[in-house]
């Protein structure tokens, strides 16, 4: 079976769900029932599949070999026979015992724990497996076995038995939870862990089995035998004899007031480890036990005694001594709880890394769309500045190429010249000498429909008023006229007109005061004339309208758009950003078996306004119907909070929200939480992001934060130094990767021959990257 708390989800509520439903499960079984789990620890070599692609091979490589440490949970259910009987056959009991099983699989599997029954061959190679202490796939073999008073060593390796308490000298906490809270630092603190959760970190370790066993007693005899002890106690006075018959009253009240059953329960780590280092492995091992209050038992001289009874099945071996009385609920805290994130099945998906820095594949929109997670496959990117938004992206986008996908994106600064350059991509840069040019009035009548036509009204509104303006009804309505008459003159009379603003204008400043006599309506022509002269023939942008843009785009699957030289422009960065929108509709429709993608980097943020809100929500809500999905990125946290306009047609429409470290916004904290709708516990995962201790031994990176529906996870960006070069926003590393790739005449050559020159170089990255751009040529020359 699986547990169902997954590590680092920060749900509270999961392990007390998980401690409740093991309650039911023991009350299911009841007397005369024993109730094994094994939770078995094992690093497993990560071995990805062979991929056919250049940096996904790269990526593989980066991460080949590091080991994943994964967890496997069995449960056993036995029930004993009368004492001194080795074996009966009642064919009630066997059926009550069937039908006991059952039941238990029923609610695991309600509780999504996926549990399924082992087949004998299953069973044996387990049995086998830790008879020798090796899990996961990889072949074994027993060695040399020499059960000692202190250990087992099994060749060069170690096993050492450490049972959590015996009954002759209990050491427990007062008080026990479902889970314990990280203290590592400020930022985590408070954060849900598993009681054990210090196992995943027990030095040396090659696997760790956690036997934890409940025995259910006849619970009426026990009690009895309870008073019994209780009055032999408080017959004699002395201190120890008045603690005794303390923790007697206190678990008899717990019995009678809260139902609880009284159980026997046995707990024992059993860690293997290269023999040099078990002692390092016990010592952490027992001084995290201390920190939560238990004191192990250091009398463990039944070493073989107690591996014996980790077999599945075998816990009926222990002895009095190993046993511990207590209610089933103070039993089931010290149960291991969680698993660890695993590959989400599906066809379509990314890799990042879970928090241990070993790959993981999920699907960012079909399965969560499948299973009613999300309703768009809509993304919202928050970060601040340098938090790694592009960079993320950047990994985003290489993967979703790997499909059939269509990206368009459009940029500010420079963020994807890299990846673009990779893939072969259309880069298109605006200058004031080439501008960006379209003609958004071409279409053909097929193409012309109402919502054709409420973009170009929205279009004209924005030339006219600008992103900051606003259009009246009657305003709008006349444009909506002028623009039905000016297609239908085209499509339906055959005017033969070219369209184009052009034609359009030079229509629009006849027909207007046309519909004005006739209607008897205000509207300010000569401010409209003059307003969007300079879009017209002769004007300050008349190219921008009237040049038909480069068509084979429409069938291009990269397509950058790069407008950071518009940036300060307020009266031409909406109007572009609209029309490279426009373009992507177009795309759309034109390209409906491909997935695409509009990502939209800060330049959303010139659409910010009423002019444009029906625009954007009629965009983030038809992207849907054509396998499509918009990303829009921001660091500016004025742009979403006390934004209407944002929250309706944005946030409101992408049910994905990704969020970079969201430290520098701590103090506003409260605010944009409300705007994302982000719930405490999906808060306290959000402080976590780049604040745990797992950096060792990786390469830099930063974690991310997805959030799809209302829950998320948080995922690492770790990836291979190729693929690095290739997403890196920092300009001297661009720069040098350029020289690289300009010298070697493609990517996959230049980035060996770069990689290749750093290490012979000797010299930290940072300082070849400067060389190579003083040099402005390869090491080599
Ligand atoms: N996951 C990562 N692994 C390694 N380096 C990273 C990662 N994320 C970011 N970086 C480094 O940080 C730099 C800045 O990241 P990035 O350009 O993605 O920030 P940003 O959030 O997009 O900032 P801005 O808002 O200014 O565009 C990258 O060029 C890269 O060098
Ligand atoms: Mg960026």
């Known amino acids: 079976m699986k547990n169902p708390v997954v590590q680092y989800a920060a749900a509270a509520g999961d392990y007390d769900e998980f401690q409740n439903l093991l309650t039911g499960i023991i009350k299911i079984l009841g007397d005369g029932y024993l109730l094994q789990k094994q939770d078995i620890l094992h690093k497993t070599p990560f071995d990805p599949a062979p991929a056919a692609e250049y940096l996904q091979q790269k990526f593989n490589a980066h991460f080949a070999g590091r080991a994943a440490l994964r967890t496997d949970t069995y449960l056993t259910i036995t029930r004993q026979v009368k004492k001194g009987r080795f074996y009966t056959y009642d064919p009630k009991q066997l059926r009550d015992f069937r039908t006991a099983v059952h039941k238990v699989t029923d609610v695991l599997k309600a509780a999504k724990c996926e549990p399924s029954i082992l087949s004998e061959k299953q069973i044996t190679e387990l049995v086998r497996r830790i008879l020798a202490m090796r899990f996961g796939n990889g072949p074994f073999s027993l060695n040399n076995f020499k059960p000692t008073d202190t250990d087992i060593r099994m060749g060069e390796r170690s096993v050492r038995c450490i049972p959590l308490v015996n009954s002759d000298n209990v050491d427990m906490p007062g008080e026990l939870g479902t889970f314990t809270e990280l203290n590592e630092n400020e930022a985590v603190r408070g ?20 036997n934890q066993v409940i025995e259910i007693p006849a619970q009426q005899a026990t009690l009895n035998k309870l008073e019994v002890k209780r009055k032999r106690h408080s017959g004699i006075p002395d201190p120890a004899n008045a603690l005794c018959v303390e923790d007697i009253d206190l678990l008899l009240k717990d019995v009678a007031r809260n139902g609880q059953l009284l159980v026997n329960v046995h707990y024992s780590i059993i860690v293997a480890a290269p023999a040099t280092d078990i002692q390092k492995s016990v010592n952490y091992v027992e001084s995290a036990l201390f920190q939560l209050g238990i004191i192990p038992n250091q009398n463990a001289y039944n070493q073989l005694e107690l591996f014996r009874a980790a077999m599945p099945g075998n816990g009926v071996e222990l002895k009095n001594y190993d046993w511990f009385l207590t209610t089933s609920d103070a039993a089931l805290c010290l149960f291991f709880k969680e698993r660890a994130m695993e590959d989400e099945p599906s066809s379509f998906r990314i890799r990042l890394t879970d928090r241990q820095g070993i790959p993981v594949a999920i699907d960012p929109a079909d399965l969560p769309m499948r299973t009613g997670r999300i309703n768009n496959r809509n993304k919202f990117v928050l970060g601040p500045s340098g938090s790694g938004k592009s960079f993320f992206m950047n990994s985003l986008v290489e993967q979703y190429l790997l499909f059939n996908m269509d990206v368009v994106i459009v940029d500010v600064g420079h963020s994807y010249s890299g990846l673009c350059a990779y893939y072969g991509g259309k880069y298109i840069t605006w200058s004031d000498e080439r501008p960006i040019t379209m003609n958004p009035f071409l279409i053909t009548g097929d193409e012309y429909n109402l919502e054709k036509k409420d973009n170009l009204v929205t279009l004209i509104a924005l030339l006219w008023k600008g992103a900051g303006g606003s259009v009246s009804t009657i ?173 309706d047609s944005i946030i409101n429409n992408s049910d994905t929200v990704i969020l970079l470290d969201q430290r520098k916004f701590r103090d506003n904290y409260g605010e944009i939480a409300k705007v994302l709708s982000i719930s405490a516990t999906e808060q306290r995962k959000i402080f976590t992001i780049n604040q745990l201790d797992n950096r060792e031994s990786r390469a830099r990176f930063n974690e991310v934060y997805i959030r799809r529906g209302s829950t998320g996870e948080v995922y690492g960006v770790e990836v291979s130094r190729q693929q690095y070069y290739v997403y890196t926003t920092e300009k001297p590393e661009k720069n040098a990767v350029h020289i690289y790739v300009q010298h070697y005449g493609s990517y996959p050559a230049a980035l060996d021959a770069f990689l290749a020159d750093i290490e012979r170089s000797g010299l930290p990255a940072g300082d070849f990257v400067q060389k190579i751009n003083q040099q402005n040529k390869p090491l080599i020359l």
């Not at 239908?488 to 030079?506: C, I, Q, T, W």
């Not at 205000?522 to 009237?546: M, T």
């Not at 943020?605 to 119907?625: D, E, Q």
């Open 191 to 210: 954060f849900p862990v598993d009681m054990l959760s210090f196992l995943y970190k027990v030095p040396a370790f090659e696997a760790i089995l956690y």
């Open 475 to 647: 305003e709008r309505d006349v444009l909506t006229a002028t623009i039905s008459v000016y297609y239908a003159s085209a499509f339906l009379d055959g005017s033969g007109v070219d369209l184009s603003f052009n034609s359009f204008y030079e229509f629009a400043l006849e027909k207007i005061p046309e519909i004005k006599s006739e209607e008897r309506i205000p509207f300010d022509l000569d401010e409209f004339r003059y307003v969007l002269k300079k879009f017209y023939r002769g004007g300050e942008y008349e190219s921008i309208l009237n040049e038909t843009s480069d068509q084979s785009l429409l069938n291009e699957r990269f397509v950058v758009y790069e407008i950071d030289a518009l940036q300060d422009n307020l009266v031409l960065l909406p109007i572009v950003t609209l029309i490279i929108m426009d373009v992507f509709i177009q795309k759309m429709r034109n390209r409906r078996n491909q997935r695409k993608a509009l990502i939209l980097e800060e330049a959303w943020r010139a659409l910010m306004s009423p002019i444009m809100a029906n625009f954007l929500l009629y965009l983030n809500k038809t992207v849907r119907k054509f396998w499509g999905e918009i990303i829009e990125v921001t660091q500016e946290l004025s742009d979403i909070i006390g934004n209407p306009i944002v929250k």
